[in-house]
């Protein structure tokens, strides 16, 4: 869900940002699939940067500052939340404009649809229809995200009111996003962490 995130931190080449844009929907050990080197690399990336947001400090603080009432969505909203606040602050981070990397973006998923998983290509349909990367930007999207969200879960939850901690948390989560993204970036610099299968 969080694919602006996984975009930002991916190695620079268009197949390896391809397989971080895949994570969620390439199930299994890596070795049973037969992706080109670079996509693979995305994909333990992807992996690594997942497996990293589990255990850090600064993760786990943002989880804390939300209601416990959010219970088991708590992950699904800092994964949307550490989008919008990354997309909000994309200069601080990023050479050019977020416009620009959103349409590249777009413009390989629908170069090499065909590499793309079953399940994630209406994903990736959607992701440019309503232009995701860039819309997260907007406080109103985050809401309607939420909301459409909260009705595809099978079991109850009170995402839809989600949106709300976003507005009350903002400033401290920006603090917390931006220790993850750091650690992140600089763990990627690292190729032995990426022995993941």
């Given at each position: 869900m969080n694919y602006l995130v996984h975009l930002y931190l991916s190695d620079a080449d268009p197949f390896c940002r391809?397989?971080?844009?895949?994570?969620?929907f390439v199930k299994g050990r890596l070795t049973q699939h037969d992706y080109p080197e670079k996509i693979m690399l995305g994909l333990r990336q992807h992996r690594a940067i997942d497996s990293l947001a589990m255990q850090h400090a600064a993760v786990r603080r943002s989880k804390a500052r939300l209601d416990d009432r959010f219970g088991h969505t708590k992950a699904i909203l800092i994964d949307i939340f550490y989008d919008h606040l990354l997309s909000?602050?994309?200069?601080t981070w990023a050479h050019?404009?977020?416009?620009?990397?959103?349409?590249?973006?777009?413009?390989?998923?629908k170069r090499h649809r065909d590499l793309l998983p079953e399940?994630?290509?209406?994903?990736?349909?959607?992701?440019?229809?309503?232009?995701?990367?860039?819309?997260?930007r907007?406080?109103?999207?985050?809401?309607?995200?939420?909301?459409?969200?909260?009705?595809?879960?099978?079991?109850?939850n009170l995402l839809?009111?989600?949106?709300?901690?976003?507005?009350?948390?903002?400033?401290?989560?920006?603090?917390?996003?931006?220790?993850?993204?750091?650690?992140?970036?600089?763990?990627?610099?690292?190729?032995?962490?990426?022995?993941?299968?």
């Open positions: 391809l397989g971080n844009l895949m994570g969620d909000i602050n994309w200069e050019g404009t977020l416009s620009s990397f959103a349409a590249d973006s777009y413009r390989l998923l399940a994630f290509r209406p994903v990736a349909r959607r992701l440019i229809r309503y232009d995701w990367l860039t819309a997260y907007e406080p109103k999207t985050i809401k309607f995200v939420l909301e459409r969200m909260a009705t595809r879960l099978s079991r109850p839809a009111q989600g949106h709300v901690e976003l507005v009350r948390c903002t400033e401290a989560m920006a603090v917390d996003c931006h220790e993850f993204l750091v650690d992140a970036r600089n763990m990627l610099a690292d190729d032995s962490s990426l022995g993941i299968s």
